[in-house]
Nanobody, 111 residues
Framework: VQLQASGGGLVRPGGSLTLSCTASGSTSAMGWYRQAPGEQRELVAAVTGGGSLYYADSVKGRFTISRDIAKNTVYLEMNSLKLEDTAVYYC?????????WGQGTLVTVSS
């Protein structure tokens, strides 16, 4: 399975961006991780095959994850962005016991 992520960019604090990630085949759970400079990669949001949602506490109420199963695509709508949201965002997908990663898309929040 190959994952193609897009949607990153430069945005001012308080602004919005939407990331998308399309898988080349069917997947079960899909999610978004991020890694800031000097930090470990962390799970931001995920949606299971059954539709259950998970959000990191730091993004609850600001980010929304959704998926279009027919398009094998997962979205991450990011609102009220903060400086600390700056990171490379990675799409992840689970297929059985295997885990796949996208190439990463940079989100920079700066005034």
């Amino acid at each position: 399975v190959q994952l193609q992520a897009s949607g990153g960019g430069l945005v001012r604090p308080g602004g919005s961006l939407t990331l998308s990630c399309t898988a080349s085949g069917s997947t079960s759970a899909m999610g978004w991780y991020r890694q800031a400079p000097g930090e470990q990669r962390e799970l931001v949001a995920a949606v299971t095959g059954g539709g259950s949602l998970y959000y990191a506490d730091s993004v609850k109420g600001r980010f929304t994850i959704s998926r279009d199963i027919a398009k094998n695509t997962v979205y991450l709508e990011m609102n009220s962005l903060k400086l600390e949201d700056t990171a490379v965002y990675y799409c992840n997908a689970a297929v059985g016991t295997a885990s796949y990663w996208g190439q990463g898309t940079l989100v920079t929040v700066s005034s």
